[in-house]
């Protein structure tokens, strides 16, 4: 039997979505990106544990895609088993009134508007973050002098052994757009959040207020994979980017946004490779002129 007809039959046997030569870009932000050999949605712990078993059996390699922001996709696809986490993965459940379990694959705003709803406030900074909770967790996802770590009490993982283990915050290195799973090869299912009570009308401006702003800084009309660069030290990625008369600056269908310079957007057919000169021009006309070294947020992959 070949691969192909095993991933079918697996996904026949456990209920689960498999396509077969899917474009990446329907699946990202950016709206880029070849074709995934594989791509998988699975809805439960038992299937997930499966199909990594599986692929591990067959030395396939696999990726685990949340929303498809803050990604960038090869051109040429990805010779991977792409799962996405959906069914259980995009449940919560109330632990308490103050503390709350949410699946990996629960959208940011999803979060804000169901703890909005229970009168709880702590992440308000993240509505209109077009991430998942497990990519937050993931990168210590941030906005407006707030990250994920503020909120986390633990994360539910399943470990390189295939079972399933819960991580408590001390032990999940958070520093600036970092986590242990950058480091290690654990899968991110979910993560217990501790928030505070407030009033629902509070909380609600607190993120209209944000969602305001991002529609007054960011080209939130055009697709993109937010802020390609970190926060350099003593700077602002975008204030330099704009310093060196790069805003509007575009190869091929990628462009520096004129609405914010730490933005690359994508005009409408922009490639991985147009992308890719755009950020390695921008490196270094900063760096030529400004003799600051921008550290790349956007991850690459293919």
């Given at each position: 039997m070949d691969l192909k007809q095993e991933l079918m039959n697996f996904a026949k046997e456990y209920d689960c979505l498999a396509l077969f030569d899917e474009p990446m870009s329907k699946h990202t932000t950016f709206k880029i990106g070849g074709n995934a050999d594989v791509f998988i949605k699975v809805s439960n712990i038992q299937t997930l544990q499966a199909l990594i078993e599986l692929c591990k059996t067959n030395k396939i390699s696999f990726f685990i895609l949340g929303k498809g922001s803050n990604l960038l996709v090869s051109d040429e696809g990805l010779r991977k088993v792409v799962i996405q986490l959906a069914g259980d993965f995009s449940a919560m459940k109330f632990i308490s009134h103050t503390e709350v379990y949410c699946g990996a694959g629960i959208s940011l705003s999803a979060l804000c508007i169901e703890a909005r709803e229970h009168s709880l406030s702590g992440i308000e900074f993240a509505f209109g973050i077009?991430?998942?909770?497990?990519?937050?967790?993931?990168?210590?996802?941030?906005?407006?002098?707030?990250?994920?770590?503020?909120?986390?009490?633990?994360?539910?993982?399943?470990?390189?052994?295939?079972?399933?283990?819960?991580?408590?915050?001390?032990?999940?290195?958070?520093?600036?757009?970092?986590s242990i799973f950058c480091e290690n090869n654990y899968i991110i299912l979910g993560a217990t959040l501790i928030l505070k009570e407030d009033y629902k009308e509070e909380i609600g401006n607190r993120m209209d207020g944000f969602m305001s702003r991002r529609k007054d800084k960011q080209p939130l009309e055009y697709p993109s994979a937010?802020?390609?660069?970190?926060?350099?030290?003593?700077?602002?990625?975008?204030?330099?980017?704009?310093?060196?008369?790069?805003?509007?600056?575009?190869?091929?269908?990628?462009?520096?946004?004129?609405?914010?310079?730490?933005?690359?957007?994508?005009?409408?057919?922009?490639?991985?490779?147009?992308?890719?000169?755009?950020?390695?021009?921008i490196k270094n006309t900063v760096k030529e002129q400004s003799g600051y070294d921008l550290e790349q947020e956007l991850k690459v992959i293919g």
């Open positions: 077009p991430g998942s909770v497990g990519g937050a967790v993931y990168m210590n996802a941030g906005a407006y002098g707030s990250e994920i770590k503020d909120v986390i009490k633990s994360v539910t993982v399943l470990n390189e052994d295939g079972k399933v283990e819960v991580i408590n915050s001390e032990h999940l290195n958070f520093s600036y757009r970092h937010g802020s390609v660069f970190k926060r350099p030290e003593g700077n602002y990625a975008g204030t330099l980017i704009e310093s060196c008369g790069l805003k509007g600056k575009q190869i091929g269908g990628a462009c520096v946004s004129e609405k914010h310079a730490g933005f690359i957007i994508n005009k409408g057919d922009a490639t991985c490779n147009d992308v890719c000169r755009l950020i390695e021009e």
